[in-house]
């Protein structure tokens, strides 16, 4: 186990904004894990994977466990099984290569196994918990090691347990149930449209393919332009004010929310007619590409980054009444 002192997260957020922890450890394996001191508190403990979904505000008086990104995906009893450090889209090329179906519509999404479940990702009309088993768990106080069932996770949308729970954890594994029959997922437009232009039949591995390039082509690549992909929810609101807003707003999306008399509509169509896309204020600002994705044009801090973030929420809020919450953890 590697430790730091006083040691920069710049290289380890996706936004890369300068944040110093107090301590930063290592963990390649589960004895690095179980060798954490019992005593540590969880307010004295940030678990941290590839930071592709943190906006770091301020520097941590805190230790930092990195988990250290290497993939190890295994099958038991007809679950596909992955190591939390397992990279997400190197399990996703792991499991189209060999048929199997289920997480080919979540290709390209960066960061590790273990934060999956957290913040329960989705795209494309597919989501994590549609096919996740379970999801193990190691808590540094008591040594134990935890099993949640589906439905002990609490899944809903970019929403889990795990931004809520109490007690001292750092998601170990993840099992899911990948098949070679579960039907092809082309219900989201650009998906329908790509296979539409082409003669190509689908599959899960042409899926995941077509996910990548859809995504390549309409999302900054972090390592070239620091970013940590949708930085807000896309709201959901009541059937009534979606009618309402619509009057007036006549092109405003509408999708499937999995709640009754509510829909999603689109954070990203808000932030642009705000004017926000391709907006920025000294190194922060929206992308030009895509207006819900926040970037650092160089040296933007965290306070910068989100204090651009809450102008354009609150501009959102006072042209459409829509109080946009933030997808990406602040700390
Ligand atoms: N749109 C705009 N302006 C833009 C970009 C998009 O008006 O600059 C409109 C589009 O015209 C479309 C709608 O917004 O009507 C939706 O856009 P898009 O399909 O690009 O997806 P999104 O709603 O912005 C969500 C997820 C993504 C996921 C995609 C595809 C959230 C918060 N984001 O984005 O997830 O990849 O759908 O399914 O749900 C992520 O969570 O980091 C992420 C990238």
Not at 20 to 29: A, D, K, L, N, Y
Not at 165 to 170: L, V
Not at 171 to 188: E, G, H, K, M, Q
Request: aromatic content about 10%; overall charge positive.
């Amino acid at each position: 186990m590697q430790t730091h002192d006083n040691y920069n997260l710049r290289d380890y957020n996706t936004l890369s904004v300068d944040s110093v922890c107090s301590r930063f450890t290592t963990i390649r394996t589960l004895s690095d894990l179980e060798a954490l001191p019992s005593s540590l508190k969880i307010s004295e403990v940030l678990v941290l994977g590839e930071g592709s979904n943190v906006l770091l505000t301020r520097n941590l008086p805190k230790l930092v466990v990195h988990l250290k990104p290497r993939s190890y995906i295994t099958q038991v009893d007809k679950l596909v099984v992955a190591w939390a450090g397992t990279r997400w889209h190197d399990l996703v090329t792991w499991a189209v290569e060999r048929n199997l179906g289920g997480i080919e519509n979540l290709a390209l999404i960066p960061g590790l196994v273990g934060a999956a479940p957290i913040q329960n990702i989705g795209a494309y009309g597919s989501e994590l918990s549609d096919v996740l088993v379970w999801v193990e768990a190691y808590n540094w106080q008591t040594g134990i090691y935890h099993r949640f069932s589906h439905a002990e996770c609490h899944f809903a949308y970019r929403e889990s347990i795990f931004k809520h729970y109490d007690k001292p954890f750092i998601i170990t594994r993840v099992a899911l149930d990948l098949r070679s029959d579960r039907p092809f997922n082309l219900s989201y437009a650009p998906l329908k449209t790509y296979f539409s232009m082409t003669d190509e039949k689908p599959s899960y591995k042409r899926i995941a393919d077509a996910v990548s390039e859809i995504r390549r082509s309409k999302l900054p690549d972090p390592k070239e332009l620091p970013n940590a992909g949708s930085f807000f929810k896309n709201p959901i609101i009541s059937r009534s004010q979606y009618d309402k807003l619509k009057r007036k707003f006549t092109d405003l999306p509408m999708f499937p929310a999995q709640q009754d008399d509510h829909v999603k509509t689109s954070a990203a169509w808000l932030l642009e007619h705000c004017g926000y896309k391709g907006a920025r204020d000294g190194d922060a600002g929206f992308s030009k590409r895509h207006a819900l994705v926040l970037v650092n044009y160089g040296e933007a801090s965290g306070q910068q980054l989100l204090q651009f973030s809450t102008q354009a929420k609150r501009a959102v809020k006072q042209k459409f009444g829509i109080t946009l919450k933030e997808e990406v953890r602040i700390i």
